[in-house]
């Protein structure tokens, strides 16, 4: 796997330019049939792919927890919500909580995350790649193919299938 995420890291960059212009003129024509297009291509992607294997998401990204997220992880947690954001988050840049360190804190180490029953939106949708309205989220698919096998796999697809 991690000859995988080596080379994954090198063909993403070797492709951003490409990725980048395909992404630009999706914006400006979606094709009709986008949102079934991408969840085919999602669901077959994920039928081959067991995230256990790689988990390069959780260990080199942090996701945004909402406090919804934070709400429902600390009463998991049996802590008042103040206490969980004092414990694991931070606020960034943006604004939003994230984790205070990657690797995720609730990553083991046969890669299963601790806190899998309640963990954050941006992880349970992770790569997003069979979102509605695809096409609005080009910024950030154009991230995940360098972190996620399955995403630049399902972005090949995708440019295969629905060539502009």
Known sequence: MKQILNSLNKLAKDKHIDNKKYFDK?????PKNLDYVMQDLHDAEFK????????????????LFTL???ERISKSFRQKPQQFIEQYL???EDKDYV???????????????MIYDVRPKACREFPHT?????????DITLKNVEI?????????????NLPL
């Open 99 to 113: 984790l205070k360190s990657v690797p995720c804190t609730f990553l083991d180490n046969e890669n299963y995350c």
């Open 68 to 70: 919804a997220d934070i």
């Open 26 to 30: 999706l914006k400006k024509k979606q």
């Open 48 to 63: 081959k792919t067991d995230c256990l294997q790689c988990a390069n998401c959780c260990k080199t990204t942090g996701p």
């Open 130 to 138: 069979d979102r509605k309205k695809f096409y609005q989220i080009a």
């Open 90 to 92: 931070r606020i960034d």
């Open 148 to 160: 996620c096998p399955a995403a630049y796999n399902i972005v090949e697809e995708m440019k295969r």
